[in-house]
């Protein structure tokens, strides 16, 4: 806040006391809080945060008032976000971390069941055909759980063969 009013020009005392601006003072009545808690005046009311603060002085928006505070300091402005984006940055976030648990468990199963496949066609075991057929899927579907998570999570054919698969190596041996 102090920093702020300084920046307009004008100098509050050591009790963070000065001049106000917003009505013809002669002794300092505008008080100048710490820790962020803005500023009062005692004669005319006046009283806000640094932002209402410059934006009066100036006769400027808030926004604008806002943009020129950053920029004088230096302090990185973030595009304000909407209730919608922010549920919808929300609702990203947690698809992402869902889509990662998924995809790992996923890729676990999927190896096991490769290695699976794979002693079926070296032993021609009982599972030789099975093998034969869902090696290269197997395979690939590893890669891509690997590689593109979101699009296989997406992909609702994929995820539901992909789940039979966990009850396969499952079963596997009984
Ligand atoms: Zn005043």
């Known amino acids: 806040m ?6 307009c020009g004008l100098k509050p005392d050591r009790r963070g006391l000065c001049l106000c601006p917003f009505h013809p003072d002669r002794h300092p009545s505008l008080k100048i809080y710490p820790d962020g808690k803005g500023f009062y005046c005692f004669t005319c009311g006046a009283g806000g945060d640094p932002i209402t603060f410059v934006a009066r002085y100036r006769e400027i928006s808030n926004a604008a008032a806002a943009r020129e ?15 919608r984006e922010k549920r919808e940055a929300e609702r990203t976030a947690r698809r ?10 996923a890729g676990i199963y999927m190896k096991v069941y490769r290695g699976l496949l794979c002693d079926a066609i070296r032993e ?7 093998g034969l057929k869902n ?4 395979e690939y579907m590893m890669e891509q759980l690997e590689e593109n998570p979101e699009q296989v999570y997406e992909d609702r054919k994929a995820v539901k063969k992909i789940g ?6 499952n079963h596997w041996y009984l």
């Open 2 to 7: 102090r920093q702020a009013v300084e920046y």
């Open 69 to 83: 505070l950053a920029a004088a300091f230096s302090i990185p402005l973030q595009a304000p976000m909407s209730y």
């Open 96 to 105: 992402r971390k869902e889509t990662a648990a998924w995809a790992k468990r």
């Open 124 to 130: 021609r075991n009982e599972h030789f055909e099975e």
């Open 135 to 138: 090696l290269t899927w197997a």
């Open 164 to 169: 039979t698969i966990e009850e396969r190596v």
